[in-house]
């Protein structure tokens, strides 16, 4: 007894004796000895690829350090660099980027680099809140279990027939101005996930309260998570805030919670890496992308999808350069994804919202997550979908003949209820229940 109380007297003393010792070990300070494009090379300090250091200027600029050699780091900065000087001090923090993570951030607005911008409390002050490295390994392929359940969006067209598992991996391809943000916004909202976690990468800086006031809304930012690296942030910081947004998704999956984990767009994460690769010296490969693009790719999607313990429903929206599917990263991303919904610029010019063209998308879980009964009714309505798809010309201008194709002949008898059914307010969300009832109806005469 007299023993015990000795060690709980003496415990404190030894940890306040260790601090203080800690505190005055001299720091080690290097400096900066180049500055070249989005490079820094820096001398005098020790310190490991991946770890943080922290450069003295006229405001504290933390940078990466990417590469070592025998006598200097390389570092790419995490902010601006205006003012920064050759010889600037710099401090190593002894390790790499982390984050906070916890159930109470939920409903909060961060930076790339995981720093709250919504002007709410400070991270440090919220009940919960552990510190997590940002970098991560995949779950291990063998220990992910096998997706068996529908996820519902809250999307009739995506529901039915490109029905996502708890677990998947989407692509949602289109160019420009086509809706994709609005309709991962219709996502946000519909979805039966638990949480949802949203990285905004490359936005413009005008569009991000837009989307969190009128298209995400009150009660979407209630049960999310929101990472925002607009266009004009550093390379850095739009490429990390990609993998921080992961990293928390990745912590409510540890939790046992399912999360929808929602990117727009990949296609920026890949256009920061290669401002990245470029000015490291990398070559420029296919497009003027350098190689780790393309190695950076599964690095970053396979984090996502199911584990023991919960899942990460991922959503990547990809910016097709001029329409073209076959976009490098778009036909890296589809080689990657567990499957893609194609938006047209046809049906959203015509005001056909959500402008998912369906014949075109595919779900590559599709079997695993429907009933016989559910295929059947797709199936049915993509034939009748395809048969007009072949003969829209011919019933345009008044040459095609009732009863050549009895699928065309269903379709165009039916084509009023059909396009009812596929459009969709942003303010209508659908239960998956409803859209297979509705779709049965629709298909059963």
Not at 118 to 141: I, T
Not at 158 to 176: E, F, H, K, N, Y
Not at 292 to 302: C, D, G, M, T, Y
Request: proline share 6%; charged share 20%; net charge negative.
């Amino acid at each position: 007894m007299t023993a015990q109380l000795l060690e709980s007297v003496l415990a404190p003393v030894a940890g306040s004796r260790d601090a203080a010792l800690a505190a005055a070990v001299p720091q080690r300070l290097g400096r900066v000895s180049q500055l070249l494009g989005l490079n820094l090379k820096v001398v005098g300090v020790r310190a490991a690829v991946g770890d943080l250091l922290e450069i003295h200027g006229p405001t504290p600029l933390l940078a990466e350090v990417v590469a070592s050699s025998t006598d200097s780091l390389t570092c790419l900065p995490l902010g601006r660099t205006d003012g920064v000087l050759v010889g600037a001090p710099v401090r190593s923090t002894g390790g790499p980027l982390s984050i906070k993570v916890g159930d109470a951030l939920q409903g909060r607005v961060l930076d790339g680099l995981g720093r709250p911008v919504d002007g709410g409390a400070p991270l440090e002050s919220l009940p919960g809140m552990v510190d997590v490295v940002v970098e991560n390994s995949a779950p291990d392929a063998f220990t992910r279990p096998r997706i068996t359940q529908q996820l519902g969006l809250g999307v009739r067209a995506l529901d039915s027939l490109v029905p996502c598992g708890t677990g998947q991996r989407i692509g949602i391809m289109a160019g420009s101005g086509v809706g994709k943000s609005s309709l991962l916004s219709m996502i946000a909202r519909g979805t039966e996930a638990e949480v949802c976690v949203l990285a905004l990468v490359g936005e413009r800086g005008r569009e991000v309260r837009e989307f969190l006031e009128n298209d995400l809304g009150p009660e979407g930012l209630a049960r999310s998570v929101v990472v925002v690296a607009t266009s004009d942030a550093p390379p850095v910081e739009r490429l990390r805030a990609a993998f921080v947004a992961t990293r928390i998704a990745e912590s409510f999956r540890d939790a046992g919670k399912h999360v929808v984990l929602m990117m727009d767009s990949l296609t920026r994460v890949a256009m920061a890496q290669r401002e990245i690769g470029l000015s490291a010296g990398e070559p420029p490969a296919t497009r003027g992308y350098p190689p780790s693009v393309f190695a950076l790719l599964p690095r970053l999607l396979e984090r996502a999808g199911t584990s023991p313990t919960g899942s990460i429903t991922g959503l990547y929206t990809v910016l097709v350069e001029g329409d073209d599917m076959q976009d490098p990263i778009g036909d890296t991303a589809r080689s990657i994804l567990d499957g893609h919904v194609v938006l047209s610029r046809r049906l959203a010019t015509s005001g056909h919202f959500p402008s998912i063209d369906v014949l075109e998308s595919i779900s590559r879980v599709n079997s695993a997550v429907t009933t016989p009964q559910q295929r059947g009714d797709a199936g049915l309505l993509r034939r009748m979908l395809a048969a007009h798809r072949n003969v829209r010309e011919l019933v345009e201008i008044g040459a095609y003949v009732a009863g050549s194709d009895p699928d065309a002949d269903a379709a165009i008898a039916r084509r009023t209820d059909i396009d009812d059914f596929l459009r969709q307010d942003m303010d209508d969300s659908t239960s998956t229940e409803d859209t297979w009832s509705r779709l049965a109806g629709l298909v059963a005469s």
